[in-house]
């Protein structure tokens, strides 16, 4: 029991230290908060249609197949506190990942 503690710890870990040493919420540089999280959603969308299952995250209600990987539920974790630009070089990653084409932000 003991070591799966710790393998679970481990496994967390870097996530406990990245969401406490957060200072503020902010968009990726040239949009602005509203613009961040509407491409943030748009993203979260094309993930949950394409890749795995978000469920009501961000508004997108795709609910099949399989569950979204816990990098791409932080990174909508990250919007829906107003720090896309944390959560949307993510998504865009996961997207890439998957071979899911990355539309442009539009400004």
């Given amino acids: 029991m003991a070591k799966l503690r710790e393998l ?3 496994a967390i870990a870097p996530f406990i230290v990245t ?15 509203a ?7 748009q993203l979260a969308t094309l993930y ?7 469920g009501d995250d961000l508004g997108t209600t795709y609910s099949g197949g399989e569950e979204a990987d816990l990098r791409a539920r932080f ?3 990250e919007c829906e506190d107003g720090n896309t ?10 997207l890439r990942d998957a071979k899911v084409p990355v539309p442009p932000p539009s400004t």
Avoid: H
Wanted: with cysteine; proline share 9%.
């Fill in 8 to 10: 679970l710890f481990g």
């Fill in 48 to 54: 949950s249609e394409y890749v795995g299952d978000t």
């Fill in 85 to 94: 630009a944390k959560g949307i070089p993510t998504l865009q990653n996961r």
């Fill in 19 to 33: 969401a406490c040493t957060q200072t503020a919420a902010t968009p990726p540089p040239g949009m602005t908060a």
């Fill in 75 to 77: 990174a909508i974790a």
């Fill in 35 to 41: 613009q961040g999280l509407s491409y943030c959603t």
